[in-house]
């Protein structure tokens, strides 16, 4: 929830630093392409899907764990995800018109955790459909 109806809002979720991240961002209106880095500031402009991948754990037994952002739709606004010069990972919510405003929303990125970077990934999209958004995950 925010302070005042905008028709943007930018959040910061968290810093990242020293930890891999694949993100796949659009490019232009029609194209996305990905990058890979290992600090907030890498992370793109309109990044529609981010995976971390995280190690815990001590010198003898590294845990790998993997974690997925799916920013989502909600109503009249996307979400999206960037990196800014503090290292920080913002959400970004906009509707593209400045006549559409709002301050509260429930549901702008889902967040799913593993060890399988592939079960990871399909079960936040399976999350995302459960919760009866309009994502397809594919088999």
């Known amino acids: 929830m925010f302070d005042q ?3 943007r809002h930018v959040v910061p979720l968290g810093t990242l630093r020293d930890v891999s991240f694949l993100a796949c961002f659009r490019f232009n209106l029609w194209w ?7 600090k907030g500031r ?6 529609q899907f981010l995976l971390l991948e995280t190690k815990d754990g001590s010198s003898d037994y590294i845990e790998i ?5 799916l920013p989502l739709i909600e109503g009249p606004f996307k979400a999206c995800l960037q990196g800014n010069d ?10 593209g018109d400045s006549e559409t405003v709002g301050s509260a929303f429930s549901h702008s990125v889902y967040i799913s ?3 399988d970077p592939f079960e990871t ?17 594919k088999a």
């Open 42 to 47: 890498d992370i793109p402009m309109e990044t």
């Open 65 to 69: 764990v993997y974690i997925v952002f």
């Open 5 to 7: 109806d905008d028709s």
């Open 32 to 38: 996305m392409t990905q990058k890979m880095g290992d």
């Open 86 to 95: 503090k290292d920080e990972v913002e959400l970004c919510l906009e509707s």
């Open 113 to 115: 955790a593993g060890t």
């Open 121 to 137: 990934i399909h079960e936040a999209y399976e999350g995302c459909q459960v919760a009866s958004w309009d994502i397809q995950a």
